[in-house]
């Protein structure tokens, strides 16, 4: 495991603050090769416990970030405690004020089509200035990648944002994304929904005592399957740890 990681289920987690990442992210888009962020959740964590490519993908990552309380818990169990939790939805709000400020180009890719223009228009309506270079839904045939590659890179951006769903979006951008052009690319799930204002995010009281999750089961109970890995992933980590 790298030196500034934390090793949780195998994977390692960067201890690092959001300053510090947009940091690391800013220093890509001046100078560097293509870089590629994973935003990390407990239930991914979980399975890529259970399955070594998935794991190794993570681990090739530029950054992995604690997206959820889960991971940000786990952390503390491991020693590192109060890390900062750095979501793909804030992280994604931070780099478009960054953006607006540095002049930056970004790109949204994935989420259905009027979702994907509505987040669009937003983030160009509460950033004034921002300069978003293209948008793509995120449903696609295999046969699209290379016109959708194309169309990014005749884009000229610097960064794009991949919102797939996990880990699809982590897959894809491992395989083309330095094929996009953009220096800097990052996972981030359902962020579009939020954005476009389709999906409501936890009220900052659930966030603050990391009960997004409960939020999150109350409004969409059909994703109560998927989080039963939560509790799964907080065993195997009780654990480890014991
Ligand atoms: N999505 C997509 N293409 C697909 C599957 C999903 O663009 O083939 C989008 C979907 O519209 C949604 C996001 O990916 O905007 C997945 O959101 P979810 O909250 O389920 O992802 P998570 O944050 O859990 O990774």
């Not at 389709?198 to 995010?201: A, D, F, L, P, S």
């Not at 939560?230 to 480890?240: G, N, S």
């Given at each position: 495991m790298m030196a500034g990681k934390i090793d949780i289920l195998g994977l390692g987690v960067d201890a690092q603050s959001?300053?510090?990442i947009v940091d690391f992210i800013a220093e890509r888009i001046k100078n560097g090769d293509f870089a590629r962020i994973v935003t990390l959740n407990a239930e991914i964590a979980y399975r890529a416990f259970g399955d070594p490519q998935m794991r190794e993908m993570v681990n090739r990552a530029d950054r992995v970030t604690p997206d959820g309380s889960g991971i940000v818990w786990a952390a503390g169990r491991y020693g590192r405690q109060n890390l900062e939790r750095v979501s793909g939805i804030d992280l994604m709000q931070e780099l478009l004020k960054e953006a607006t400020q540095r002049g930056w180009k970004v790109f949204f890719f994935g989420g259905q089509e009027e979702i994907v223009l509505a987040a669009a228009q937003n983030a160009k309506a509460c950033y004034d200035g921002l300069n978003v270079v293209g948008y793509r839904n995120g449903y696609f045939a295999e046969e699209e990648i290379p016109s959708i590659l194309a169309e990014i890179k005749a884009s000229g951006a610097d960064l794009i944002f991949v919102g797939l769903g996990a880990p699809?979006?982590?897959?894809?951008?491992e395989q083309y994304g330095e094929e996009t052009g953009a220096k800097v690319g990052i996972g981030v799930g359902g962020s579009f929904d939020v954005l476009s204002g389709?999906?409501?995010?936890a009220p900052r009281f659930f966030?603050?005592?990391?009960?997004?999750?409960?939020?999150?089961?109350?409004?969409?109970?059909?994703?109560?399957?998927r989080m039963l890995a939560?509790?799964?992933?907080?065993?195997?980590?009780?654990?480890?740890t014991r």
């Open positions: 959001m300053a510090e699809k979006q982590d897959f894809w951008l389709k999906v409501r995010r966030q603050a005592i990391g009960a997004e999750w409960l939020w999150r089961l109350v409004r969409e109970p059909w994703r109560f399957k939560l509790p799964r992933f907080m065993r195997l980590v009780m654990k480890e």
